[in-house]
C-alpha cells in the first residue's frame, strides 16, 4: 500500500512517523476560505476530503473521477453515531480507478527531496524515522489521508492568523475561555472515501497584553489555527483538555488508524 499525505505541515508527518508508519507527501493545493455561515465540522470534513481527494486525482491522472455516492462519517465525538458496517463510516465514494500518472512533477514539502529515481512515475517523499528517501509511486494500491483543522468559539471558526494583529486578536478571544479544536479526516482510495473528524475541548488560562504581545513576537501562533500550538509556548496557559491531545497538534492518530483499518487489512499498512 502507498499511504500519502496530502499536507506539508511538519506536525502532521511527526505524528504519523511517531506512531510507526511510512508514507509519502503530496501537499494539496486547494482554496481553504470557509463558505458563509459554514458550520466548523462541516468545514474540516469538507477540506479533509477535498484535498485527499484532489491528491487522489493528481496521482492517478483524473481529474474527474465518476463518483456513486458520497456521505460523510458521524464525529467520533458523537455517541449516537451509526453502528451499522464501518464503526466509523456510514456511506463511502466509490472511485472510477484510472491509470497511474505517467509524468514527473508530484510536489514535496520544502526542504524535502523531490527528485524521481524514474522519470516515468511521480516522485513523492516518503518519512522514515531517520530521515526522508525519494520514492516512486508502482502498483500498490493507493491511499491518500487528508486533514484540516481549525479552532472553534462560540461556533465561529478561527483559521490561521492573517497578521500579528489578527493574532492578538484571536487569543484575546480565547482568553480565560474553553474552546474546541476540530479536526476533519479523510481517506481516499480507489474503492472509498472515508470521512470523520474528532472535537477537543481546550481550557485557557486568562491572558495579559502583555503575555499576548509576548508570544507573538517569537513568531510561533503565525501558522496555526487559532494562533496558539499546544506543544509549543502555549502549553503553559492550557491547564485542561478533554479529548485527544493529538487532535489539538493537528492529527487525531487513533481517528487515522481506525479509518485506515475500516478500509484495508492491519497488515496492509507500511510501517517502520
Known sequence: MNLVLASSSPRRRELLTQAGFSFEVHP???????????????????????????????????????IQELTLCQDTQDPTRSTEGSALCQ?????????????????????????????????????????????????????????????????????KPENPADAARMLRLLSGRTHRVITGVAVVTAAHTQVASESTAVQFLALADEEI???????????????????????RWIPRIEGDYFNVMGLPIALVYSLLTSCLPVGSFPRE
Do not use: C
Request: net charge negative; proline share 10%; hydrophobic share 35%.
Open 91 to 159: 456511506g463511502t465514494t466509490s472511485v472510477v480507478p484510472q491509470t497511474r500518472q505517467k509524468e514527473a512533477g508530484a510536489l514535496a514539502p520544502e526542504g524535502i527531496p523531490s527528485e524521481s529515481q524514474n522519470p516515468g512515475a511521480p516522485a513523492i517523499s516518503r518519512s522514515l524515522r531517520n530521515g526522508w528517501e525519494t520514492t516512486n509511486l508502482d502498483s500498490q494500491p493507493l491511499v491518500v489521508l487528508g486533514a484540516d483543522t481549525t479552532v472553534t468559539l462560540d461556533n465561529h471558526i478561527l483559521g
Open 28 to 66: 494539496a493545493h486547494i482554496p481553504e476560505d470557509p463558505y458563509p455561515n459554514e458550520d466548523p465540522k462541516a468545514y474540516v470534513t469538507r477540506l479533509a476530503r477535498e484535498k485527499a481527494q484532489a491528491v487522489f486525482n493528481q496521482l492517478i491522472q483524473d481529474p474527474t473521477p465518476s
Open 213 to 235: 504581545a509576548s508570544y507573538i513576537a517569537t513568531g510561533e501562533p503565525m501558522d496555526k489555527a487559532g494562533a496558539y500550538a499546544i506543544q509549543g509556548r502555549a502549553a
